[in-house]
């Protein structure tokens, strides 16, 4: 069974710009969630999506947003870069069902801001 | 924000020994989930521990899981140097994985 995949692995742009990063869950995973990683902040909540729907939302401005396709795949777009949006961005792909679930995280994007 | 920390920030053992760390968290969970990563990459999910679960075992792997002082313990035993990683806990509070809170997250060096 194929694992999480996420692409592209690695991101350079500018101020300003926006981005949409990719994420495929796990087959038969109707749950996708997004986790920024910075060394200040560590590992912190985005988003989740569940068949479609956005069940939960982290704190983060309205810049960061996402979606989920009939397919399961997700995107993540931040728009407006900022120098602080350097980090990795890791997605989660779980069943998004039952209490006690495992979530299984791709290699994540790298994304620099310069 | 984060749930809470992991004790130490930083470990290191030599091959062979074994290596403890701690999590602690605020809340009532539903589950804790432990997880590695190396080097910045991705996290590996090591084991899920259910809030009725006292202890888990996997491999080379021991939890264990205090819900009355919100606290877990991961325990590597007879490490080696392919476990040097970070380890970070992640506590599940809604159930089903949709919003996991992780832990600051123990850096382990297994020196050979």
């Known amino acids: 069974k194929a694992g999480v995949t996420q692409t592209p692995r690695y991101l350079i742009k500018t101020r300003g710009q926006q981005v949409t990063l990719s994420c495929s869950p796990i087959s038969g995973h109707r749950s996708v969630s997004w986790y920024q990683q910075t060394p200040g902040q560590g590992l912190q909540f985005l988003f989740e999506?569940?068949?479609?729907?956005?069940?939960n939302k982290g704190n983060f401005p309205g810049r960061f947003s996402g979606r989920q396709f009939s397919n399961s795949r997700s995107e993540m777009n931040v728009s407006t870069l900022e120098l602080g949006d350097s980090a990795l961005y890791l997605c989660a792909s779980s069943m998004g069902t039952g209490i006690n679930t495992e979530a299984f995280f791709g290699q994540g994007t790298r994304l620099t801001v310069v | 924000s984060q749930q809470g920390e992991e004790d130490p920030q930083a470990l290191s053992i030599q091959e062979g020994e074994n290596a403890t760390m701690n999590c602690s968290y605020k809340?009532?969970?539903?589950?804790l989930q432990w997880y590695r990563q190396n080097s910045g990459r991705g996290l590996v999910h090591l084991i899920l521990i259910r809030s009725n679960e006292r202890e888990k075992h996997s491999g080379r792997l021991r939890v264990t899981l205090d819900t009355s002082k919100k606290s877990s313990s991961l325990l590597i035993t007879a490490s080696r140097a392919a476990d040097t990683a970070s380890y970070f806990c992640a506590t599940d509070e809604a159930g089903s994985a949709r919003q996991l809170t992780f832990g600051s997250g123990t850096q382990l060096t297994v020196l050979p």
């Open positions: 999506y569940f068949s479609e729907t956005q069940r």
């Open positions: 809340t009532s969970i539903n589950n």
